[in-house]
C-alpha cells in the first residue's frame, strides 16, 4: 500500500484538532474511541487449550548431559535401536500435566515459571508450532541434543481447530534467540518482514475507512498506519507487528536487555495489544515490579502444572489464602516464582502462630481450582465458544498472502542490498 492510495500526511494537524473534536488524546483510548465511531470490528481471537500434555523421552541425570562422550553414545544407542538389538534407556519425563486454560484477546498475558517448568513447549503448542495433530514430534533442545515430544489436548481459535485455519500466518512465536542479518538495518529489517507477511485484513480495513469521508476515519487512517512505527522497539518484536498475525506468544524475550528496555518494550507491547485487539503471551524470567504491573493476566507455571491462571490483581489473594504473604519490598513476580519452591517457599509463610508446612505444586494446582478464579475459569471453558462470533478476518485461510513473484522479487532485493554491502569495491 502506497500513499497514493491512503493519504498519511496531517497526522500532527489531526491530534491538535482532538480537543475541538472532544475526543481522548490518549492513542490507547483514541483508536478504540473512533473506531467504534466508524463501525469497525477488529477481528480478535480467543484462544482455548484443554487437557494438553506433553511427555519427552529424554537421558536423566549425567546420562543427559551435553558432553562429547555422551554424544558418540547417543549415535551408537540410537542405531542399536533403530535396529532393535538394544532397548531404549531414555525415561519418560512429563513437561505439562493436563493443564487447560483461556487467553482473551486484548488482554496481555505474563507467563511466569522457574527453567523447566514447560513455558516453551506450552508457548510453542500455543502457536501450533508442534504440528496441527499434536501427537509426537522429534524437538532439538539448546544443547543441541534430540528428544522425542508426545503431545496430547487440544488448542483452538475461536473454536477452530488447527485444522480448520493455517497457525503459522494467524499466530507468531517468537524464540528466544534473534536471527537477523548483520548488514541490514532495522528499518530494512521491518520492511522486509512487511512484503514477505503482506498487509493481510489491514488492507481491506484501509480501503473502507478510505471511502469513508469523515474525520474521523482519516485519524483512524492516520493512526493505524504510524502505530506499528511507534511499537517497534527492537527488530524480533517489530517484525511480528508489521505482518498480520492475531495471536502473540514471545518465549523469554527480555535475555540480554536491561530492566529499562524491557520496560519500554514490554509499554509499547502492551499500547499495540490493547489498541489492535491482539491476543498476546509472553514469558518472562524475572520481570522489574514496574514491567510486572503493566501486564493484565498472570500464568504461573511449576512442574508442569497451572498454579494460577487469572487476573494480575488477584494472584497475592490466592497465596494469602493459601497461608502466603508477599514481603512489601519483594517483586511480586520474584515471590511468585520462588513460593512454590521447596527451598524457598518456608520464607514467605504468613501464620506465625501455626507450624510451616511445605505445600507442593501439586497442592497448589488443585487449591486454584477451589478458588474463585479457577471456578469461574473452569466455568467458562465449559462453555464452548460461539463460531458464530468469529470475525472472518481473525483466522488465515490461505499459506501466502503474497503471490511467489512477490516473494521471489523480495528476496532478491535483499539479496542485491547484501551483495552491495559485502562487496569489496
Known amino acids: ?17 482532538l480537543r475541538l473534536l472532544g475526543m481522548p488524546r490518549s ?23 484443554e ?7 529424554v537421558h536423566i541425570g549425567t546420562r543427559g548431559l551435553p558432553t562429547i562422550l555422551n554424544s558418540v553414545t547417543n549415535i551408537f544407542e540410537g542405531a542399536a535401536n533403530a535396529l532393535r538389538i538394544l532397548p531404549s534407556r531414555k525415561q519418560t519425563m512429563p513437561i505439562l500435566n493436563d493443564i487447560s486454560g483461556i487467553i482473551k484477546p486484548m488482554r496481555m498475558t505474563l507467563l511466569l515459571g522457574p527453567p523447566g517448568s514447560g513455558k516453551t513447549t506450552l508457548l510453542l503448542a500455543l502457536a501450533g508450532r508442534l504440528g496441527n495433530d499434536l501427537k509426537a ?22 473454536g477452530h481447530g488447527m485444522d480448520d485455519f493455517v497457525p503459522q500466518r494467524t499466530a507468531a512465536y517468537v524464540g528466544q534467540h534473534d536471527l537477523h542479518i548483520g548488514e541490514m538495518t532495522v528499518w530494512e529489517t521491518l520492511a522486509f518482514s512487511a512484503r514477505c507477511q503482506g498487509v493481510g485484513y489491514f488492507y481491506g480495513m484501509m480501503h473502507e475507512l478510505r471511502n469513508q469521508n469523515n474525520i474521523h476515519c ?22 511480528i507487528l508489521v505482518g498480520s498475525a492475531r495471536a502473540l506468544f514471545m518465549d523469554e524475550i527480555s535475555n540480554g536487555l536491561n530492566t529499562s528496555t524491557t520496560f519500554q518494550i514490554i509499554s509499547s507491547l502492551r499500547q499495540a495489544i490493547h489498541i489492535l485487539g491482539v491476543t498476546a503471551v509472553i514469558s518472562l524470567l524475572q520481570p522489574a515490579p514496574e514491567t510486572y504491573n503493566l501486564f493484565d493476566e498472570i ?29 512489601e519490598r519483594k517483586g511480586v ?22 507450624p510451616y508446612r511445605y505445600i507442593s505444586v501439586k497442592e497448589f494446582s488443585e487449591s486454584f481450582r477451589l478458588f474463585h478464579v479457577g471456578q469461574a475459569m473452569a466455568n467458562e ?15 488465515a485461510a490461505s499459506k501466502y498472502d503474497v503471490s511467489t513473484k512477490e516473494l521471489l522479487k523480495a528476496n532478491m532485493d535483499r539479496e542485491i542490498l547484501l551483495m552491495k554491502r559485502n562487496s569489496f569495491f
Open 381 to 395: 471453558i465449559v462453555v464452548p465458544y460461539d463460531k458464530s462470533m468469529n470475525h472472518p478476518s481473525a483466522l
Open 1 to 17: 500500500m502506497d500513499s497514493s492510495e491512503v493519504r498519511v500526511s496531517g497526522l500532527g494537524e489531526r491530534f491538535r484538532d
Open 27 to 49: 492513542s490507547s483510548v483514541l483508536i478504540p474511541y473512533v473506531v467504534c465511531s466508524v463501525g469497525i470490528v477488529l477481528p480478535t481471537i480467543e484462544v482455548r487449550f
Open 299 to 327: 500464568i504461573l507455571l511449576s512442574d508442569g502444572q497451572i498454579v494460577y491462571h487469572g487476573p494480575r490483581e488477584d494472584v497475592l489473594d490466592f497465596f494469602k489464602s493459601m497461608g502466603f504473604r508477599c514481603p
Open 51 to 57: 487437557h494438553l500434555k506433553a511427555d519427552a523421552k
Open 218 to 239: 482519516q485519524i483512524l487512517t492516520n493512526l493505524f498506519i504510524g502505530l506499528p512505527i511507534i511499537v517497534v522497539d527492537i527488530r524480533t518484536r517489530g517484525e
Open 333 to 354: 513476580a520474584n515471590f511468585l516464582q520462588e513460593v512454590t519452591s521447596k527451598k524457598d517457599q518456608k520464607q514467605y509463610w504468613a501464620h506465625n502462630n501455626q
Open 137 to 158: 514430534l522429534k524437538l532439538q533442545s539448546h544443547d543441541k541434543f534430540l528428544f522425542y515430544l508426545q503431545v496430547s489436548g487440544n488448542v483452538t481459535y475461536n
